[in-house]
């Protein structure tokens, strides 16, 4: 496939099964992921790889505690769903901005976009590669008690879950709006 083919042919697939990325499909997903474009050559990115059956179960309760947290008579069936969120694809990468606070040209924002950048290049690379991928957040992704189970440290920011594995089904067809409905001449 080339470049240009997989930037506008790539979707987003969130039925997901086995079998588990190889280890040298998981290596080509980060090495996209380093060519993020990287202000100041900061390199403000760290990947925290989920993957398997217990290792997505244990994000699961990570996740279930989270939502006892905020709502400790949570009925065991709600706290069940929630649990089954982490179990929704073999693997689960954790994209994390590693933000460097205090940079006096490179400021947290740009830091945090990079590692957008990163994310979104995994999701590429992981179409190239015949996988599926969808990036998910939603109120989990800065919850203290995920961020605690997970080992982020203060300043990092999670950008991102990006679930992966094998289509289970036919990926959808991609919407092809006009692009120029996006673009604005300036000055008029
Ligand atoms: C930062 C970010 C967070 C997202 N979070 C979620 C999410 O929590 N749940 C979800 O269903 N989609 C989420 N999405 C959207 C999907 O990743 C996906 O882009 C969307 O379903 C459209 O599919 P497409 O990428 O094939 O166009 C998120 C996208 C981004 C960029």
Known sequence: MDALTLLSARRSVSRLEGPEPSESQCRTLYRAALRAPDHGALRPWHFIEIKG????????????????????????????????????????????????????????????ISAGCAAHAMLYAAHAQGLGAIW????????????????????????????????????????????MDFVERWPG
Request: net charge neutral; aromatic share 2%; charged share 25%.
């Open 136 to 179: 998910r957040t939603g109120p989990l992704a800065a919850h203290p008690v995920v961020r605690r189970g997970l080992g982020v440290r203060e300043h990092d920011v999670i950008v991102g879950f990006l679930y992966i594995g094998h289509p289970a089904g036919p990926i959808k067809p991609v919407d092809d709006p006009d692009p």
């Open 53 to 112: 059956e217990g290792a997505c179960g244990r994000l699961g309760d990570l996740f279930a505690d989270a939502e006892q947290h905020d709502t400790p008579d949570a009925t065991p069936r709600r706290l069940e769903g929630t649990r089954a969120k982490a179990l929704r694809a073999p693997l689960i990468v954790v994209v994390v901005a590693r933000v460097q606070p205090g940079q006096p040209k490179i400021p947290d924002q740009e830091q945090v």
